[in-house]
């Protein structure tokens, strides 16, 4: 199959670009495209078939459950069993936006879009580009994230070429996307609501308009990696780079040379090294590969240049990658569980090493 890259000006969506790719998930085929957190891998979200090529195409297990996209509130109604009144509350504080919702599902949504749950994921996306397609295709869209299953989530439309061309008709391209990880899933089927992947929407934002506390899932938490998550997809190893990677924790300087040390032990091995530094520490260090994933106090920039640097690595075919520890006030949470992940739960932590 050959894949179109469809170029979209998202300041300027004129209705023909999107109305061969809207014509293509209403005939039951996919479509990548951008959202504010994460490219997303597209279907009609209320077709069995539909939704079953995407886990083709993924290489995804079919027990991983796919986040449904809506474009109005009333499409929300239109599959959820019942309505909690968070779901309406957390709509009207964060929607469109990085905030995915867990309900209950009626018959309307395929267990196939479910990974076989009684439950349905649903998001309004916050970019003009996937709202323009829900609508315009008059569809639901289940979509995940465009990368192969286990890749990092692209970024990028070529981050989606890479892993998809071939595989799917369409790619549109609407540049790089603002958030640059995966949304905030809130599950609103208990009585108290639960965090099952943290993202750019935090526990303090939700309790805040909620008025009530809410919980994070133990089975996200880094130390408690024992437990099983709630998120199907949360237990796979995944948004991993090809090389080993592993995460340095500790006060600055001594991370510093912890991880020179590392990297001279791996080159002295013959292997090539990269490491994943800040605007303020990258001159410090001595590898194959040292890059920049921002100023340590912009949050926002390290979450949305962490994906793309863990796909540069694969494309320079470093054997081990080393990374600072990114456990910033606001989305710390949410960066580091995915490098956590990434790294397969590879930390040290130098402090400890000194005692
Ligand atoms: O930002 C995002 O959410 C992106 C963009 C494309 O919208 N999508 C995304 O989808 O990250 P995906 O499929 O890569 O991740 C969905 C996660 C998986 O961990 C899955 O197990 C979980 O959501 N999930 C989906 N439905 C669920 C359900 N009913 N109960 C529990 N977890 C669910
Ligand atoms: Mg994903």
Known sequence: MQTKLVKIDCKNIKKDELKEAAEIIREGGLVAFPTETVYGLGADALSREAAKKIYEAKGRPSDNPLI??????KELVSIAREVPAEAEQLAK???PGPLTMIVWKNDRVPYTT??????????????????????????????PSANTSGKPSPTEASHVALDMDGKIPMILDGGAVGIGIESTIVDLTEDVPMILRP??????????????????????IADASDKKPKAPGMKYKHYAPKADLVLVEGEEVAVIQKINALVLEKQKKGEKVGVIATDETKNRYQADYVVSIGARTDEDAIARHLYKILREFDAWEVDAIYSESFATPRIGQAIMNRLMKAAGHQVLTTEQERD
């Open 68 to 73: 449904v996209h809506i474009c109005d509130f």
């Open 93 to 95: 504080a964060f929607w």
């Open 114 to 143: 479910t990974g076989g749950m009684d439950t349905v994921a649903i998001r309004m996306p916050n970019h003009p580009v996937a709202l323009a397609l829900i609508r315009e295709s008059g569809c639901l869209i289940a979509a």
């Open 199 to 220: 993202g750019y929407i935090t526990k303090g934002m939700l309790e805040e308009v909620l008025g009530k506390e809410v919980k994070v899932d133990p089975g996200i």
